[in-house]
C-alpha cells in the first residue's frame, strides 16, 4: 500500500483546513486509517483512526472536537478535516494504515505510512 497525503499549507490561528490522503497499490476497506503528526523536535503524535467501515473514530484529547476524520473505500482515501486550528497545530501530517484495530496510538501498530503533508499555524 501506498499513501500520500496532501492538503497541508500555512493558514492563520482558528481557520481550517482539510488533509487528504490517498491510498494506491491495494483497497483500503480491509484497514484501520490513522493520522498522526511530528512537530520540529517532538515525537509522532496519534491524532485519529477510523475502523474499516467507518463505523467507529478513535481521537487523541488533543484535537477531539475540532478534527474530524472520514474514509472513503470507494475512492480509497481518507480525510482529516481540521478547524480552529491554533499554532501548536504547526507539524508534518502522515497518514497511515494499519490491519489490526489495536493500539491505535502507537506508531508500530501501523503497517504502512505516506510522506507528510505540512501544516503551519500562524498566530
Known amino acids: 500500500v501506498q499513501l500520500q497525503a496532501s492538503g497541508g499549507g500555512m493558514v492563520q490561528t482558528g481557520d481550517s483546513l482539510s488533509l487528504s490522503c490517498e491510498a494506491s497499490?491495494?483497497?483500503?476497506?480491509?484497514?484501520?486509517m490513522g493520522w498522526f503528526r511530528q512537530a520540529p523536535g517532538k515525537e509522532r503524535e496519534f491524532l485519529a483512526a477510523?475502523?474499516?467501515?467507518?463505523?467507529?473514530?478513535y481521537y487523541a484529547d488533543s484535537v477531539k472536537g475540532r478534527f474530524t476524520m472520514s474514509r472513503d473505500n470507494a475512492k480509497n482515501t481518507v480525510a482529516l478535516q481540521m478547524n480552529s486550528l491554533k499554532p501548536e497545530d504547526t507539524a508534518l501530517y502522515y497518514c497511515?494504515?494499519?490491519?489490526?484495530?489495536?493500539?491505535?496510538?502507537?506508531?508500530?501498530?501501523?503497517?504502512?505510512w505516506g510522506r507528510g503533508t505540512e501544516v503551519t499555524v500562524s498566530s
Open positions: 497499490g491495494r483497497a483500503l476497506s480491509t484497514y484501520v
Open positions: 497511515a494504515a494499519s490491519s489490526k484495530w489495536t493500539n491505535l496510538t502507537v506508531v508500530g501498530s501501523y503497517d504502512y
Open positions: 477510523v475502523a474499516w467501515a467507518n463505523l467507529r473514530a
